[in-house]
Structures are given as C-alpha cells and as structure tokens.
C-alpha cells in the first residue's frame, strides 16, 4: 500500500475568530533525515523546524520561499529547512567535528527568513525557550518579529527504524475574535501542548482539525501537497563553478579528471567534464 501523501490543510472558523493550519510532514521529514543521515535529538530538532517551516510559509508567505534557521547552543551547530511555495521542502544539517548532536536551550536562536519576489530577504530571529523546543521558539517568533498571537505545537516521532511520524499544527487568533471563543480555545489547546500522542496510526491534517476545531463550526479554505525535494541541477552547479577565480577554474582543470559535486541537501552527484570547466575558463 502506498504511503500517504503529506499535505497541508488551512481552515478558519465561522466566526472568524481564528485561522488553523495543520500539517502531515512525515515522508517529507523522513527522507530530509535520510538524506542528512540525522539521528537522535539533531533529527527530532530537524523534523520539527521542517514542520515549522512549511507552516510558518503556509501562514504567512504561501507565495515566497522561506527558510527556518536553527543555530544550537555552544556553537553545537546549525540546522536549515528550506520550503518552497511549489510545495518542495529540503534540509541541511551542519555539526561541527567535534559534536555529534546538536544543543538548544540557552544561547540557541531560530531565523526565519522570505525571500521577496525582487530577490530581497525579510528575516528575524528570536532566542529559543528553554522548555517547549522549536514549537514554543516558532510561537515567540510569530509574537515577536510579526506580531502575529499563535499558538502552535509540532512533533516528530522516531524509532529504531527512522521516522514514524511526523506533523503539526499553528492556531492563529484573528482581530474578530472575542472573549469567549478565545477562552474556550485556550482551554482546548492546553490539551494539545504537543501532539506526540495524535501522530499514531491514521493521524492526517483533517483529524488533527477536527480535534483542535470540535465543537467550533469552521469551513476548509484549501488544502496543498508539499513533499521532500530538492531543487538542485547542473546549471545550478556550473553556474557557482563561473564564480570562482581564473587560478581556482585552472587548478580543478590541471587534474584532468572528471569534478564530482555532492549537492549537501539531497547528496545527488554532479559529474562536470574538464571540457565544461574549460569553457568556464575560456569565459572568464
């Protein structure tokens, strides 16, 4: 049986009082953590700002690149995730020689960049929490750098065989909501401060919707597929290859072997033949 596809679901109340965006990431996270060879805490801390990511551009910037930036505690190292408005979402893990696993708490922050359509960044960063991980950091920087009130809770299940699961959700409160519907909410939420336990068998967007929202009329606005995949190619390559000095370009060409380029999100290799690199050179 094929597995299921991951997507995203947004919905809004009937009252307008909040917008909820839930997601099922997890063949998306399990082969980012795959291709990453990511295991223990540094692929939990991944999968969840994978999540993160595509519900903070779901939320904010549907149409625009956004990548979520985690940088560890103690110079521990960082974590990227890179999530497209065509649904493609990638990741990159760096560890310093000497750590094998990635350190949050004090002194680590998280960045949240979008990329305009005129090529500039919009980016902000907040210190993440010492309790809550990256659910709780997510939350302080919707409150912080957007000023957006959200309360969100991802999770990412792992056993000795991988990723099992993997998924979240963001409530966000809308100018129309009022005391009561509020009240209510908070209360529910306190039951789904994390949602380890929701991402067992048959978890999907729409289960975990119909749980936050039970009780609470709401209408689907859309739902969207994202998935694990990498935008890299060979023009991408030789195209960073014609950055380089004519001396760099001339040392690669006086091996006269064949160049091989590993992409660091998605591992593929890359094969440019010292003809190509002459032709950078001759254009130089």
């Known amino acids: 049986m094929p597995a299921a596809k991951d997507n995203v679901l947004r919905a809004i109340t009937d009252d307008g009082a909040f917008r909820v965006i839930a997601a099922r990431t997890t063949e998306t996270v399990r082969r980012a953590v795959e291709a990453q060879s990511a295991r223990g805490n540094t692929a939990r801390y991944f999968g969840d700002l994978l999540t993160g990511a595509i519900l903070f551009r779901e939320t904010m910037a549907p149409q625009l690149r956004v990548q979520g930036v985690l940088k560890g505690a103690f110079g521990s190292g960082s974590l990227v995730a890179d999530s497209h408005p065509s649904g493609k979402t990638r990741g990159l893990i760096q560890l310093p020689k000497d750590k094998d696993e990635i350190a949050i708490g004090n002194g ?19 210190e993440v929490p010492t309790e809550g991980g990256i659910s709780r950091a997510l939350m302080a920087y919707m409150q912080v750098s957007e000023q957006v009130v959200s309360m969100a809770a991802l999770g990412t299940l792992i056993d000795e065989e991988g990723v099992k699961s993997a998924g979240g959700y963001l409530v966000q409160l809308l100018p129309e909501v009022g005391r009561g519907p509020l009240m209510v909410m908070t209360e529910r939420l306190r039951e789904f401060e994390t949602i380890d336990s929701e991402l067992g068998e048959g978890f999907s967007p729409q289960r975990l919707l119909d749980q936050i929202l039970y009780g609470m009329p709401f209408t689907t606005l859309e739902t969207s597929e994202v998935g694990f995949e990498c935008w890299c190619d060979e023009l991408r390559v030789v195209s960073a290859l014609a950055t380089l000095s004519r001396s760099d370009l001339e040392h690669l060409l006086s091996t006269g072997e064949i160049l091989e380029i590993n992409c660091e999100y998605c591992k593929r290799e890359y094969r440019i033949p010292p003809a190509r690199l002459q032709g950078l050179l001759e254009s130089s």
Do not use: C, D, Y
């Not at 680590?108 to 907040?126: F, L, Y």
């Open 108 to 126: 680590a922050i998280i960045q949240m960049m979008r990329t305009m359509p005129n090529g500039r960044i919009v980016q902000g960063m907040v």
